[in-house]
Antibody
């Protein structure tokens, strides 16, 4: 059974950088896009970006170049960095997977509440 | 970006009832719509993919239909565990987008 387990800092200050990692258990890294999605009361569910096992990535233009995804397939995890944080980035952040040539998310991480506050 | 409008935003029903939630896209998107259930404090769970396909392990009381711009999720014979929030998601173009959610609660 596939499991995605995420970890990272949950309380940050404005202008700092968010860093989250998602470990993938029970599945190969290839053949999927590994994705970050966040959820806030204001914006609902928002797609952040995705990356494959060789580092091919795409991002939501709304994040204006603040986001970077990386992958370490040998260690079985992928990561999210979001810089120049503001209160508007306060949200629950999820990792999830989508299989190549599909567009639905069948496995999700448990979510991490990230709060940006001075 | 494609905008997905769900209706209603909230819905009250009783155990045993049937309910339908709709989602409308701002442009035609074929069958690139998927439905999720989210219970408080947990991640969304995939119910239906590609408009009408039941995800493995999901009860058959859940069904989806539609194509083009208009889609629906129907739940028949509501069980207590079905009271949750439901989201549609389009997968037609990047960035993918979600509907704003429909909260289903007990009448």
């Amino acid at each position: 059974q596939v499991q995605l387990q995420q970890w990272g800092a949950s309380l940050l200050k404005p202008s700092e950088t968010l860093s989250l990692t998602c470990g993938v258990h029970g599945e190969s890294f290839s053949g999927y896009y590994w994705t970050w999605i966040r959820q806030s009361p204001d914006k609902g569910l928002e797609w952040i970006g995705q990356i494959n096992h060789v580092g091919g990535s795409s991002y939501n233009p709304s994040l204006r170049g603040r986001v970077t995804l990386s992958v370490d397939a040998s260690k079985g995890h992928f990561s999210l960095k979001l810089n120049s944080l503001s209160a508007a980035d306060t949200a629950v952040y999820y990792c999830a997977r989508v299989k190549y040539r599909t567009t639905w998310y069948d496995f999700w991480g448990q979510g991490t509440l990230v709060t940006v506050s001075s | 970006d494609i905008h997905m409008t769900q209706s209603p935003s909230s819905l009250s029903a009783s155990v045993g009832d049937s309910v339908t939630i709709t989602c409308r896209a701002t442009q035609t998107i074929g069958d690139y719509v998927h439905w999720y259930q989210q219970r408080p404090g947990t991640a969304p769970k995939l119910l239906i993919y590609a408009a009408s396909n039941l995800q493995s392990g999901v009860p058959s009381r859940f069904s989806g239909s539609g194509s083009g711009t208009d889609f629906s999720l129907t739940i028949t014979d509501l069980h207590p565990e079905d009271f949750a929030t439901y989201y549609c998601q389009e997968g037609y173009s990047s960035p993918i987008t979600f509907g704003q959610g429909t909260r289903l609660d007990v009448k």
